[in-house]
């Protein structure tokens, strides 16, 4: 079984203070940290880059969870390896000719390669990466199309999180997208035990109780399973 994993999205989080900011989400009981690197090409938005995950690194032991919304992946390898980050998500939409390289220089620069799919992609499109002889450890299933926090869910999305689970029982699956109390036991019953969550804890009174909701969901619907 894969292990419940909350991962608040730094997006979301007052990015002049992220070295407390990451220090607060994981005395809070976060997993992971997510990092949303955005290229102004792949999705309209720009984000942050190595540079910042290198400084971030420097205050934090936490796994930095990247999910690079970029065109050419690959040009983001090696500087996200030096910087320390610790998962690298590519998506597949940009990375279809070369995901075998991709995959192997990723974990070459001692990083867990995932795959990502934005709400168009048919889920069918990561089943070799999974099932490759050296294969991605995690696939994201955006649930909103990938470049502006505070999207509204797309419940549609978890008929690709279905089909996931019942072909890999113990993949990391994450969903990244309007996440939070009113939508989190749709995705946890489908199958996701990886949460990426933004607005839903960064705009909470108490961000410590929507991790702990979240992650009772997951750990809730896998004991039903």
Known sequence: MAAAKIAPSMLSSDFANLASEAERMVRLGADWLHMDIMDGHFVPNLTIGAPVIQ???????????????VTKPSDYVEPFGKAGASGFTFHIEVARDNWQDLIQSIKSKGMRPGVSLRPGTPVEEVFPLVEAENPVELVLVMTVEPGFGGQKFMPEMMDKVRTLRKKYPSLDIEVDGGLGPSTIDVAASAGANCIVAGSSIFGAADPGAIISVLRKSVEGSQNKN
């Open 55 to 69: 400084s971030l690194r420097k205050h934090t032991k936490a796994y930095l969870d990247c999910h690079l919304m």
